[in-house]
């Protein structure tokens, strides 16, 4: 499965550890470290991608506000949005999945291979429909 992932993260540690993991389990990965840059490469029609794995707390524009501009792009509204994230609260979880996340990780207890599980089950249900 050739899937292109959008890897939105701030923290240097934790975007090299996912964006190996991703690369071993065979996707491609490109990582920003803001969401002025997200929002750059998303802008630029020649960039692809199936996925986009998005922190909230990060750098120039937040991530809430990153998926808001996603959801608001009629060419990039169908990309899955994996938001990850420590924070937890109710009310943000409840924000993000009704702006239109497809789901809410809590990075903490989240292990890279349940990641890559869960995006295998995504795409294999998004191939079903």
């Known amino acids: 499965m050739d ?3 959008l890897l939105v993260e701030d923290e240097e540690q934790i975007s090299m550890l996912y964006k190996t993991v991703l690369q071993k389990a065979g996707y491609n990965v490109e990582a920003v470290g803001d969401g002025a840059l997200a929002i750059e490469k998303l802008s630029n029609p020649d960039n692809k991608f199936d996925l986009i794995l998005l922190d909230l707390m990060i750098p120039k524009t937040d ?65 079903e429909s």
């Open 63 to 127: 991530g809430m506000s990153v998926l808001k501009m996603i959801k608001k792009d009629d060419r990039l509204s169908r990309i899955p949005v994996f938001v990850m994230s420590n924070l937890g609260q109710d009310e943000i979880v409840k924000e993000a999945l009704q702006i239109g996340a497809s789901r809410y990780l809590i990075k903490a207890k989240l292990m890279p291979m349940d990641l890559i599980e869960l995006i295998k089950q995504t795409f294999t249900n998004s191939m």
């Open 3 to 5: 899937l292109h992932i």
